[in-house]
C-alpha cells in the first residue's frame, strides 16, 4: 500500500503528514506501507523551511531530509491512498485521475469518516478501510465548512507548530483505528 499526502508545494503540510505516517508504519513494522508527498505546484527539490523542521522535531519527526517535489500522474496511479491538505487539491487530483477518486480525501475528511466507522473489522487491510471510508461519504453527513488543513507557509513560528499539530492529530486519530 502506498500513501502520498498531496499540498500545494510540498514544504510544510504533506512533509509534516508524510513524516506522520511514516512513523506509524515504522511502529507498526508494516514494511508494506510506502509513504510519500507531492505537491501540485512544488519546485523539486527544496528544503522545508526552518520553522517546520523545528515544529516538526518537536512532536518527534524529522524532516532535516525531506526535498519537495511535484506530484506525478503516476503517484495518483499506484498509491492506494491520496490525502489532500484541501478540498480543492482533492478534488484537482480526482480530476487529474478520475480512477483515484474513491482513494482521494482530504486529510480532515479521511480522519472523520474513518472515526465514524462502527468498527474496524478484525483482519481488514488499510485497502479495505480506504474503501470503508470512501462508502462512509454517502453515509455520513458534511460538516458545514471546508474539511482543509490551511497553508501556513510564510507564517509565524507557532503558526508552524499548531498546523504540525492539527496534521499530527488528524494521523494519529486514523491510525489509532488501523488493523
Known amino acids: 500500500m502506498r500513501i502520498l499526502a498531496v499540498c500545494s508545494a510540498n514544504l510544510v503540510r504533506s512533509p509534516v503528514a508524510e513524516a506522520a505516517w511514516q512513523r506509524w508504519a515504522d511502529r507498526r513494522g508494516r514494511a508494506d506501507v510506502h509513504v510519500a508527498s507531492a505537491g501540485i505546484t512544488a519546485a523539486d527539490g527544496m528544503p522545508v523551511p526552518g520553522e517546520v523542521k523545528v515544529a516538526a522535531a518537536d512532536l518527534g519527526l524529522d524532516l532535516s531530509d525531506h526535498r519537495s517535489r511535484v506530484v506525478t500522474p503516476e503517484d495518483l496511479m499506484t498509491s492506494g491512498l491520496v490525502l489532500t491538505m484541501t478540498e480543492d487539491q482533492r478534488t484537482s487530483m480526482q480530476h487529474a485521475r478520475p480512477s483515484a477518486t474513491s482513494r482521494t480525501f482530504t486529510l480532515r475528511e479521511f480522519a472523520?469518516?474513518?472515526?465514524?466507522?462502527?468498527?474496524?473489522?478484525?483482519?481488514?487491510?488499510?485497502?479495505?478501510?480506504?474503501?470503508?471510508?470512501?462508502?462512509?461519504?454517502?453515509?455520513?453527513?458534511?460538516?458545514?465548512?471546508?474539511?482543509?488543513?490551511?497553508?501556513?507557509?510564510?507564517?509565524?513560528?507557532?503558526?508552524y507548530a499548531r498546523c504540525a499539530a492539527e496534521i499530527v492529530g488528524l494521523v494519529d486519530s486514523v491510525t489509532s483505528r488501523l488493523p
Open 112 to 159: 472523520r469518516l474513518v472515526g465514524g466507522l462502527t468498527a474496524v473489522p478484525r483482519g481488514a487491510s488499510l485497502e479495505d478501510v480506504v474503501l470503508l471510508a470512501h462508502r462512509q461519504r454517502a453515509r455520513q453527513a458534511r460538516p458545514d465548512g471546508p474539511e482543509d488543513v490551511n497553508d501556513v507557509y510564510g507564517g509565524r513560528p507557532k503558526d
